[in-house]
């Protein structure tokens, strides 16, 4: 398979499923490889690289999935604080090419944003159980 992001749209059965809420446009997922309990990335279903190729419709889209995921998890899990974004090309700590973007939430004593972002800290915990819990909190949100 060429893509583990498209793998996820296509719900080819090689690839763990760990959607959370599917839009026309976008998916929110739990993050299959996480830095933290609650680790989401929401991406566009059409297989794009580049920041600059999210049209102003996919863009919109995401960002209202992030709110909506942001207010869940603030109201749910008590969560005050969150990195959010891309990683973009070469370099960028970025392993999977299909872009997404990363909610990270953060709680009181752990590393910082650039260990987050440079993919140094994995936290083990099981994200089938986080899953079914954020799409129960999804449907009642
Ligand atoms: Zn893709």
């Not at 049209?55 to 603030?74: P, R, Y």
């Not at 891309?86 to 590393?111: C, D, M, T, W």
């Not at 994995?122 to 159980?129: L, N, T």
Request: glycine share 6%; aromatic share 10%.
């Amino acid at each position: 398979m060429d893509c583990i992001l498209c793998g996820v749209r296509d719900k080819d059965p090689l690839v763990p499923n760990l959607t959370i809420h599917e839009s026309e446009l976008s998916i929110v997922s739990v993050n299959l490889f996480p830095y933290n309990p609650g680790h989401i990335i929401i991406f566009p279903k059409r297989h794009i690289i580049a920041y600059e190729e999210l049209t102003k419709e996919e863009a919109e889209d995401i960002h209202l999935l992030t709110q909506k995921t942001l207010s869940i998890l603030k109201q749910k899990w008590a969560v005050q604080g969150f990195n959010l974004g891309y990683n973009l090309g070469k370099n960028s700590g970025g392993s999977i090419p299909h872009i997404h973007q990363h909610i990270v939430p953060r709680f009181p004593n752990e590393a910082g944003f650039l260990d987050v972002f440079a993919n140094t800290r994995v936290v083990i915990y099981e994200p089938f159980g986080m899953q079914e819990q954020l799409k129960q909190f999804w449907k009642e949100f």
